[in-house]
T-cell receptor
């Protein structure tokens, strides 16, 4: 059972480039989320989805887009990368936000130069 | 506006002693709280949770206490082991919010 799979694990982008971070889960979870982890800032919620076709903004959504066309996949798009988006990104999935645990991927370390 | 706060960025504890990690929240709509543990270069993993209808939940060496009036929760690890050395995040959500909000984390070091 793969759980939550994120690709790529590492990425270097130039300022202004765009890219998509992929996230897939095989647990049939309705809830999926994207977080970024920065020193001293903890895990901050970027965007989340409560089911296919439904997405909403988290705490720090600017500069990012998401879509949820299937239950399994929740890609995160950086429209025009900026050095401030240098971070470690985590995707998570859960069957509920009020019970049980969220399962996290291994993370994507992104550097924008 | 940080809705979930962990005011101690780091904690150092001797092996065998108790580790106490604290977390405060501001949003009274939160009614479900979780603790996650994170090792370097890995994703966070779930440790223990508590619903607002309880004030204590225990799982082996880990106990979470919830004080709703103070909007405060704590994680107790007894006895602490070197393998517990990691970053611990508390998180909160609620039936009226779809979001799972995390704190800033506390780095725990357990030394022999």
């Amino acid at each position: 059972n793969a759980g939550v799979t994120q690709t790529p694990k590492f990425q270097v982008l130039k300022t202004g480039q765009s890219m998509t971070l992929q996230c897939a889960q095989d647990m049939n979870h309705e809830y999926m989320s994207w977080y970024r982890q920065d020193p001293g800032m903890g895990l901050r919620l970027i965007h989340y989805s409560v089911g296919a076709g439904i997405t909403d903004q988290g705490e720090v959504p600017n500069g990012y887009n998401v879509s949820r066309s299937t239950t399994e996949d929740f890609p995160l798009r950086l429209l025009s990368a900026a050095p401030s988006q240098t971070s470690v990104y985590f995707c998570a999935s859960s069957y509920s936000n009020t019970e049980g645990e969220a399962f996290f991927g291994q993370g994507t370390r992104l550097t924008v130069v | 506006d940080q809705q979930v706060k962990q005011n101690s960025p780091s904690l150092s504890v001797q092996e065998g002693r108790i580790s106490i990690l604290n977390c405060d929240y501001t949003n009274s709509m939160f009614d479900y709280f979780l603790w996650y543990k994170k090792y370097p270069a890995e994703g966070p993993t779930f440790l223990i949770s508590i619903s607002s209808i309880k004030d204590k939940n225990e799982d082996g060496r880990f106990t979470v206490f919830l004080n709703k009036s103070a909007k405060h929760l704590s994680l107790h690890i007894v006895p602490s082991q070197p393998g517990d050395s990691a970053v611990y995040f508390c998180a909160a959500s609620g039936i009226y919010t779809d979001k799972l909000i995390f704190g800033t984390g506390t780095r725990l070091q357990v030394f022999p």
